[in-house]
């Protein structure tokens, strides 16, 4: 079974974590398995200079670290979003970010200022936020409406 990928986007300090988290909570309370993918402009390594992961990830493209709790992998490059969805074990992906990239059904969250007009790319099946820039025809939703907007994402999902 593939993961069904469904975007929250907007521009910094919109509430794109707070949603994501608020949505990934609900679905996965209502029984999906449910994984996140965060995209982001920053550019400062994930990895920490001078540990091992870090030392290996010079001579090679990727590296993993696995332990008794967690586990990572890095990349050297950035890698596409299907390659890093193909490693989640989930039938639901949220992935907060990649607003450029019209390839999934979103919800944007706005802040009420003209640039969340340019956020109305690709398929959006809602919005949250002051919706003075909202796109005509686009449901607005209250911010605290996570079962309504958690209706959403499963019924696109489908």
Do not use: N
Request: aromatic share 6%; proline share 6%.
């Amino acid at each position: 079974m593939t993961a069904k990928i469904f975007g929250v986007v907007g521009y910094k300090d919109s509430g794109k974590t707070t949603l994501t988290y608020a949505l990934a909570r609900e679905l996965t309370a209502r029984g999906h398995r449910v994984a996140v993918v965060k995209h982001t402009r920053h550019r400062h390594p994930l990895d920490t200079a001078g540990k091992d992961t870090a030392v290996l990830g010079e001579v090679v493209e990727q590296v993993a670290i696995i332990t008794p709790q967690e586990a990572a992998l890095f990349w050297k490059r950035p890698p596409e979003l299907a390659e890093v969805v193909a490693h989640l074990d989930a039938d639901l992906v949220l992935v907060e970010g990649f607003k450029e990239e019209p390839s999934f059904p979103r919800i944007v969250c706005l802040r009420g200022l003209p640039d969340d007009a340019d956020l109305f790319v690709g398929t959006v099946v809602g919005a949250v936020g002051p919706g003075r820039y909202a796109a005509e025809g686009v449901p607005l939703f209250e911010r605290d409406a996570i079962p309504a907007l958690a209706d959403v994402v499963e019924e696109v999902s489908r």
